[in-house]
Protein backbone atom coordinates (compact mmCIF):
# COMPACT_ATOMS: atom_id res chain seq x y z
CA UNK A 1 0.00 0.00 0.00
CA UNK A 2 2.77 1.98 0.59
CA UNK A 3 4.49 1.46 -2.43
CA UNK A 4 1.07 2.48 -4.23
CA UNK A 5 0.88 5.72 -2.75
CA UNK A 6 4.40 6.69 -3.32
CA UNK A 7 3.77 5.90 -7.20
CA UNK A 8 0.65 8.08 -7.40
CA UNK A 9 2.82 10.80 -5.57
CA UNK A 10 5.62 10.72 -8.07
CA UNK A 11 2.91 10.69 -10.66
CA UNK A 12 2.43 14.05 -9.60
CA UNK A 13 -1.25 14.10 -11.18
CA UNK A 14 -2.91 17.67 -10.05
CA UNK A 15 -5.56 16.45 -7.09
CA UNK A 16 -9.26 16.11 -7.69
CA UNK A 17 -10.69 18.70 -5.79
CA UNK A 18 -8.00 21.11 -8.18
CA UNK A 19 -10.39 20.37 -11.05
CA UNK A 20 -13.72 21.12 -12.71
CA UNK A 21 -16.16 17.84 -12.58
CA UNK A 22 -15.69 17.22 -15.70
CA UNK A 23 -11.81 17.20 -15.90
CA UNK A 24 -12.04 14.73 -12.46
CA UNK A 25 -14.33 12.23 -13.95
CA UNK A 26 -12.01 11.88 -16.90
CA UNK A 27 -9.00 12.31 -14.72
CA UNK A 28 -10.86 9.10 -12.65
CA UNK A 29 -11.43 7.40 -15.71
CA UNK A 30 -8.17 7.20 -17.24
CA UNK A 31 -6.48 5.98 -13.56
CA UNK A 32 -9.65 4.07 -12.60
CA UNK A 33 -8.05 0.32 -14.30
CA UNK A 34 -4.59 0.93 -13.33
CA UNK A 35 -4.28 -1.17 -10.41
CA UNK A 36 -7.31 -3.69 -11.42
CA UNK A 37 -7.07 -7.33 -12.11
CA UNK A 38 -7.61 -8.16 -15.53
CA UNK A 39 -10.76 -7.77 -16.94
CA UNK A 40 -12.86 -11.25 -16.19
CA UNK A 41 -14.95 -12.40 -19.34
CA UNK A 42 -18.68 -13.50 -18.65
CA UNK A 43 -20.81 -15.12 -20.32
CA UNK A 44 -23.55 -12.52 -20.55
CA UNK A 45 -22.74 -8.34 -20.32
CA UNK A 46 -25.60 -6.66 -21.85
CA UNK A 47 -26.17 -2.73 -21.52
CA UNK A 48 -29.84 -1.53 -20.39
CA UNK A 49 -31.66 1.61 -19.57
CA UNK A 50 -33.38 2.00 -16.29
CA UNK A 51 -36.11 4.98 -16.36
CA UNK A 52 -36.00 7.20 -13.22
CA UNK A 53 -39.15 8.63 -11.77
CA UNK A 54 -38.69 11.80 -13.96
CA UNK A 55 -38.24 9.89 -16.90
CA UNK A 56 -34.51 9.87 -17.56
CA UNK A 57 -33.66 6.90 -19.08
CA UNK A 58 -30.16 6.06 -17.08
CA UNK A 59 -27.76 3.80 -18.28
CA UNK A 60 -26.73 0.17 -16.76
CA UNK A 61 -24.45 -2.85 -17.70
CA UNK A 62 -26.04 -6.12 -16.54
CA UNK A 63 -23.29 -9.24 -16.24
CA UNK A 64 -24.10 -12.55 -15.47
CA UNK A 65 -21.89 -15.30 -15.43
CA UNK A 66 -24.28 -18.04 -17.52
CA UNK A 67 -26.36 -17.18 -20.63
CA UNK A 68 -30.23 -15.78 -19.54
CA UNK A 69 -31.51 -19.43 -20.55
CA UNK A 70 -29.74 -21.06 -18.19
CA UNK A 71 -32.13 -20.46 -15.69
CA UNK A 72 -32.71 -17.20 -13.17
CA UNK A 73 -29.92 -15.80 -11.30
CA UNK A 74 -30.25 -13.74 -7.84
CA UNK A 75 -29.22 -10.25 -8.63
CA UNK A 76 -27.14 -7.34 -7.20
CA UNK A 77 -27.76 -4.18 -7.46
CA UNK A 78 -24.49 -2.15 -7.80
CA UNK A 79 -24.34 1.26 -7.00
CA UNK A 80 -20.28 3.28 -7.55
CA UNK A 81 -18.55 4.84 -5.63
CA UNK A 82 -17.40 8.74 -6.72
CA UNK A 83 -18.33 11.26 -4.03
CA UNK A 84 -21.71 11.78 -5.95
CA UNK A 85 -19.44 13.14 -8.78
CA UNK A 86 -17.42 11.06 -10.54
CA UNK A 87 -17.01 7.49 -11.20
CA UNK A 88 -19.48 5.23 -13.80
CA UNK A 89 -20.43 2.15 -14.59
CA UNK A 90 -17.14 1.85 -16.81
CA UNK A 91 -14.22 2.84 -14.01
CA UNK A 92 -16.45 -0.22 -11.66
CA UNK A 93 -16.53 -2.19 -14.58
CA UNK A 94 -14.14 -5.10 -13.55
CA UNK A 95 -14.96 -4.91 -10.19
CA UNK A 96 -18.69 -5.51 -10.69
CA UNK A 97 -17.52 -8.46 -13.44
CA UNK A 98 -15.33 -10.31 -10.61
CA UNK A 99 -17.99 -9.80 -8.10
CA UNK A 100 -20.62 -11.39 -10.96
CA UNK A 101 -17.91 -14.30 -11.59
CA UNK A 102 -17.34 -15.14 -8.13
CA UNK A 103 -20.81 -14.94 -6.69
CA UNK A 104 -22.64 -16.99 -9.45
CA UNK A 105 -25.21 -14.17 -9.30
CA UNK A 106 -26.19 -11.02 -11.96
CA UNK A 107 -25.16 -7.77 -11.22
CA UNK A 108 -26.68 -5.05 -12.77
CA UNK A 109 -24.43 -1.77 -12.22
CA UNK A 110 -26.16 1.66 -12.71
CA UNK A 111 -24.94 5.11 -13.96
CA UNK A 112 -27.04 6.94 -11.56
CA UNK A 113 -26.85 11.20 -12.06
CA UNK A 114 -23.57 12.79 -11.02
CA UNK A 115 -23.51 16.10 -9.13
CA UNK A 116 -22.88 19.10 -9.25
CA UNK A 117 -25.42 18.81 -12.33
CA UNK A 118 -27.82 16.79 -10.30
CA UNK A 119 -27.08 17.96 -6.70
CA UNK A 120 -29.19 15.53 -3.43
CA UNK A 121 -31.15 13.69 -3.50
CA UNK A 122 -31.08 12.80 -6.85
CA UNK A 123 -28.53 10.04 -6.29
CA UNK A 124 -30.51 8.53 -4.02
CA UNK A 125 -33.86 9.15 -6.09
CA UNK A 126 -31.74 7.50 -9.15
CA UNK A 127 -30.73 4.21 -6.75
CA UNK A 128 -33.77 3.85 -5.60
CA UNK A 129 -35.84 3.86 -8.87
CA UNK A 130 -33.41 1.30 -10.02
CA UNK A 131 -34.15 -0.97 -7.32
CA UNK A 132 -37.33 -0.80 -8.31
CA UNK A 133 -37.40 -1.40 -11.61
CA UNK A 134 -35.33 -4.15 -10.91
CA UNK A 135 -37.85 -6.03 -8.49
CA UNK A 136 -40.09 -5.62 -11.05
CA UNK A 137 -38.68 -6.43 -14.30
CA UNK A 138 -36.12 -8.92 -12.88
CA UNK A 139 -37.69 -12.03 -14.60
CA UNK A 140 -37.64 -10.28 -17.85
CA UNK A 141 -34.02 -9.75 -17.22
CA UNK A 142 -33.07 -13.43 -16.35
CA UNK A 143 -32.72 -12.67 -12.67
CA UNK A 144 -35.06 -14.06 -9.47
CA UNK A 145 -36.81 -11.30 -7.91
CA UNK A 146 -36.84 -13.69 -4.84
CA UNK A 147 -33.17 -13.09 -4.48
CA UNK A 148 -32.20 -9.63 -4.35
CA UNK A 149 -29.75 -7.40 -2.96
CA UNK A 150 -28.07 -3.86 -2.73
CA UNK A 151 -24.41 -2.72 -2.88
CA UNK A 152 -21.61 -0.34 -3.76
CA UNK A 153 -18.14 1.22 -2.48
CA UNK A 154 -18.37 4.52 -0.96
CA UNK A 155 -20.50 6.65 -2.11
CA UNK A 156 -22.03 4.21 -3.98
CA UNK A 157 -22.42 2.32 -0.35
CA UNK A 158 -24.24 5.53 1.31
CA UNK A 159 -26.88 4.92 -1.60
CA UNK A 160 -26.82 1.10 -1.01
CA UNK A 161 -27.27 2.20 2.82
CA UNK A 162 -30.36 4.51 1.96
CA UNK A 163 -31.65 2.03 -0.72
CA UNK A 164 -31.69 -0.16 2.26
CA UNK A 165 -34.23 1.15 4.39
CA UNK A 166 -36.30 2.32 1.60
CA UNK A 167 -36.57 -1.28 0.85
CA UNK A 168 -37.77 -2.18 4.36
CA UNK A 169 -40.06 0.73 4.62
CA UNK A 170 -41.69 -0.62 1.11
CA UNK A 171 -41.72 -3.98 2.06
CA UNK A 172 -39.19 -5.19 -0.75
CA UNK A 173 -37.22 -8.23 0.51
CA UNK A 174 -33.29 -7.79 0.19
CA UNK A 175 -30.98 -10.53 0.91
CA UNK A 176 -28.31 -8.55 1.57
CA UNK A 177 -26.99 -4.83 1.47
CA UNK A 178 -22.81 -5.04 0.87
CA UNK A 179 -21.22 -2.11 1.96
CA UNK A 180 -18.22 -1.43 0.80
CA UNK A 181 -16.61 1.72 2.93
CA UNK A 182 -19.81 3.40 2.86
CA UNK A 183 -19.74 7.00 3.84
CA UNK A 184 -23.13 7.00 6.84
CA UNK A 185 -22.31 10.12 8.71
CA UNK A 186 -23.31 13.68 8.52
CA UNK A 187 -20.11 15.41 9.03
CA UNK A 188 -16.36 14.20 8.63
CA UNK A 189 -16.04 14.65 12.47
CA UNK A 190 -15.29 11.31 13.65
CA UNK A 191 -11.27 10.90 14.87
CA UNK A 192 -10.35 8.61 11.61
CA UNK A 193 -11.14 11.83 9.60
CA UNK A 194 -8.64 13.40 11.64
CA UNK A 195 -6.34 10.96 11.37
CA UNK A 196 -6.28 10.26 7.88
CA UNK A 197 -7.34 13.49 5.90
CA UNK A 198 -3.77 13.61 4.40
CA UNK A 199 -1.65 11.37 2.35
CA UNK A 200 -4.17 7.62 2.05
CA UNK A 201 -5.66 8.17 -1.28
CA UNK A 202 -8.88 9.87 -0.25
CA UNK A 203 -7.74 13.42 1.09
CA UNK A 204 -10.24 15.78 3.57
CA UNK A 205 -10.14 18.55 0.85
CA UNK A 206 -11.44 16.04 -1.78
CA UNK A 207 -13.99 14.74 0.31
CA UNK A 208 -15.12 18.24 1.45
CA UNK A 209 -15.41 18.82 -2.38
CA UNK A 210 -17.74 15.97 -3.27
CA UNK A 211 -19.81 16.88 -0.73
CA UNK A 212 -19.82 20.39 -1.61
CA UNK A 213 -20.79 19.45 -5.10
CA UNK A 214 -23.36 17.15 -3.91
CA UNK A 215 -25.23 18.94 -1.06
CA UNK A 216 -27.94 21.82 -1.90
CA UNK A 217 -27.52 23.53 1.54
CA UNK A 218 -26.10 22.73 4.84
CA UNK A 219 -29.38 21.20 5.63
CA UNK A 220 -28.86 18.03 3.66
CA UNK A 221 -26.06 16.99 5.30
CA UNK A 222 -28.64 16.06 8.41
CA UNK A 223 -30.84 13.97 5.95
CA UNK A 224 -30.52 10.79 6.33
CA UNK A 225 -30.56 9.64 3.24
CA UNK A 226 -27.29 11.81 3.11
CA UNK A 227 -25.89 10.55 6.49
CA UNK A 228 -27.61 6.91 7.15
CA UNK A 229 -26.65 6.97 10.43
CA UNK A 230 -29.13 9.75 11.16
CA UNK A 231 -32.19 7.16 10.18
CA UNK A 232 -34.64 6.97 13.04
CA UNK A 233 -34.74 3.85 12.95
CA UNK A 234 -32.78 0.13 11.23
CA UNK A 235 -34.80 -2.09 12.71
CA UNK A 236 -36.22 -4.97 9.73
CA UNK A 237 -33.41 -3.69 7.27
CA UNK A 238 -31.29 -6.20 5.32
CA UNK A 239 -28.21 -8.09 6.47
CA UNK A 240 -25.38 -6.23 5.76
CA UNK A 241 -22.10 -7.44 4.92
CA UNK A 242 -19.52 -4.15 5.97
CA UNK A 243 -16.20 -4.15 4.06
CA UNK A 244 -13.87 -1.29 5.03
CA UNK A 245 -10.47 -0.51 5.44
CA UNK A 246 -7.84 0.34 8.07
CA UNK A 247 -6.10 3.36 6.92
CA UNK A 248 -9.30 5.28 5.56
CA UNK A 249 -11.26 8.18 6.41
CA UNK A 250 -14.61 6.75 6.70
CA UNK A 251 -13.73 3.63 8.57
CA UNK A 252 -15.09 5.19 11.77
CA UNK A 253 -18.25 5.88 10.54
CA UNK A 254 -18.13 2.23 8.72
CA UNK A 255 -17.95 0.61 12.49
CA UNK A 256 -20.24 3.29 13.90
CA UNK A 257 -23.20 2.12 11.08
CA UNK A 258 -22.45 -1.63 11.66
CA UNK A 259 -22.70 -1.21 15.39
CA UNK A 260 -26.01 0.50 15.20
CA UNK A 261 -27.20 -2.07 12.29
CA UNK A 262 -26.41 -4.80 15.25
CA UNK A 263 -28.04 -2.81 18.15
CA UNK A 264 -31.46 -2.65 15.85
CA UNK A 265 -30.82 -6.50 15.56
CA UNK A 266 -29.72 -7.01 11.99
CA UNK A 267 -27.28 -9.36 11.52
CA UNK A 268 -24.07 -8.12 9.92
CA UNK A 269 -20.26 -9.27 8.98
CA UNK A 270 -17.82 -6.56 9.52
CA UNK A 271 -14.74 -7.06 7.90
CA UNK A 272 -11.31 -4.43 8.57
CA UNK A 273 -8.84 -5.15 5.99
CA UNK A 274 -5.72 -4.03 7.79
CA UNK A 275 -2.66 -1.50 6.34
CA UNK A 276 -4.80 -0.11 3.36
CA UNK A 277 -6.88 2.38 2.16
CA UNK A 278 -9.88 3.88 0.73
CA UNK A 279 -10.29 2.78 -2.87
CA UNK A 280 -8.02 -0.50 -2.31
CA UNK A 281 -10.60 -3.08 -3.40
CA UNK A 282 -9.98 -1.35 -7.00
CA UNK A 283 -6.56 -2.38 -6.85
CA UNK A 284 -6.48 -6.04 -6.97
CA UNK A 285 -3.59 -6.06 -9.21
CA UNK A 286 -1.23 -4.74 -6.49
CA UNK A 287 -2.38 -5.33 -3.41
CA UNK A 288 -3.60 -9.01 -1.57
CA UNK A 289 -6.58 -7.69 0.83
CA UNK A 290 -8.59 -6.22 -2.52
CA UNK A 291 -8.51 -10.02 -4.07
CA UNK A 292 -9.17 -11.40 -0.54
CA UNK A 293 -12.68 -8.94 -0.32
CA UNK A 294 -13.55 -9.53 -3.97
CA UNK A 295 -13.19 -13.34 -2.65
CA UNK A 296 -15.03 -12.56 0.78
CA UNK A 297 -18.26 -10.04 -0.82
CA UNK A 298 -18.74 -12.98 -3.14
CA UNK A 299 -19.07 -15.49 -0.32
CA UNK A 300 -21.27 -13.06 1.38
CA UNK A 301 -23.74 -12.76 -1.51
CA UNK A 302 -23.64 -16.66 -2.29
CA UNK A 303 -24.45 -17.11 1.46
CA UNK A 304 -27.43 -14.38 1.05
CA UNK A 305 -28.01 -16.01 -1.87
CA UNK A 306 -28.58 -19.67 -0.84
CA UNK A 307 -25.98 -20.87 -3.00
CA UNK A 308 -23.82 -21.89 -0.50
CA UNK A 309 -24.37 -22.97 3.56
Keep these: MRDVI ?21 AYAAGSGVLEI ?49 GSVETHDVLCRELAR ?28 ALQWLALNA ?11 VGGDSAG ?13 AGLALALQLLIYPGTTAHQDTDSHRRFAHGMVLEEASITWFFGNYVRSP ?10 LNAHD ?8 VCLAECDPLVDEGVAYADRLRAAGVAVDLEIYRGVTHEFIKMGRAIPQARQAH ?3 ARALRLAFGLEN
Design 102 to 129: QAGCMVVSLDYRLAPEHRFPMASNDAWD
Design 139 to 149: RTLGADPARLA
Design 219 to 228: ADRDDWRFAP
Design 234 to 241: LEGVAPAF
Design 6 to 26: RRMERAGRPPLHSLSPEAARA
Design 38 to 86: PKPALARVDELQIPARDGHPMPARLYAPAPAESGPLPVLLYLHGGGFTI
Design 157 to 169: GTLAAVNAILARD
Design 295 to 297: ADC
